[in-house]
T-cell receptor, first 113, second 116 residues
Framework: KQEVTQIPAALSVPEGENLVLNCSFTDSAIYNLQWFRQDPGKGLTSLLLIQSSQREQTSGRLNASLDKSSGRSTLYIAASQPGDSATYLC????????????FGSGTRLLVRP | DTAVSQTPKYLVTQMGNDKSIKCEQN?????MYWYKQDSKKFLKIMFSYNNKELIINETVPNRFSPKSPDKAHLNLHINSLELGDSAVYFCASSQGRGLSGNSPLHFGNGTRLTVT
């Protein structure tokens, strides 16, 4: 059974800091891993998708890495801004006929001005 | 605007009632989903349709029935609502079951259902 864990559950940092969010999963048989952002009262916005054959993806100040063998992914946010405050969720797409996306419970990030 | 839109945004109703949530996407995707987010913020898949065909049907009560009239729409009907059904329900879409890097999931803004 695939389980996805995100640590820490909450994080508060001053503006300008670089930070790392962690995601771990128990079954390495995945098609891809996705990072999402959720703002209060809103849906999820896709940030980065890493295919199982890839090691990392970058978009602007965001960099996501994937180590499938150890079941880990990190989301690196450079030069954090108050606008980055949100809940960040990772999800893995199971490599079976179910095509199910299994979500972690998220890391709630607060970037203080 | 291209998007996944779901209505209503808020739904407050009493136990035992029947309600529906509608979802539409104009992204040209062929796969649509319903997710439930509970009070602890865990997102769990409920249903998925690919080209109007049901491909994921999680262990949810049969009081929940999805309907896909075409690949741009996936509605969720709930019969005999219970207190435990209170949650935020998200609709999402992707192309080709979201396997490729070019088609992550696109989510609607959610429907907050409160059953009293």
């Amino acid at each position: 059974k695939q389980e996805v864990t995100q640590i820490p559950a909450a994080l508060s940092v001053p503006e300008g800091e670089n930070l790392v969010l962690n995601c771990s999963f128990t079954d390495s048989a995945i098609y891809n891993l996705q990072w999402f952002r959720q703002d209060p009262g809103k849906g999820l916005t896709s940030l980065l998708l890493i295919q199982s054959s890839q090691r990392e993806q970058t978009s602007g100040r965001l960099n996501a890495s994937l180590d499938k063998s150890s079941g880990r992914s990190t989301l690196y946010i450079a030069a954090s801004q108050p606008g980055d405050s949100a809940t960040y969720l990772c999800a893995v797409l199971r490599m079976d006929s179910s095509y199910k996306l299994i979500f972690g419970s998220g890391t709630r990030l607060l970037v203080r001005p | 605007d291209t998007a996944v839109s779901q209505t209503p945004k808020y739904l407050v109703t009493q136990m035992g009632n029947d309600k529906s949530i509608k979802c539409e996407q104009n992204l040209g995707h062929d796969t649509m989903y319903w997710y439930k987010q509970d009070s602890k913020k865990f997102l769990k898949i409920m249903f998925s349709y690919n080209n109007k065909e049901l491909i994921i049907n999680e262990t949810v009560p049969n009081r929940f029935s999805p309907k896909s009239p075409d690949k741009a729409h996936l509605n969720l009907h709930i019969n005999s609502l219970e207190l435990g059904d209170s949650a935020v329900y998200f609709c999402a879409s992707s192309q080709g079951r979201g396997l490729s890097g070019n088609s992550p999931l696109h989510f609607g803004n959610g429907t907050r259902l409160t059953v009293t």
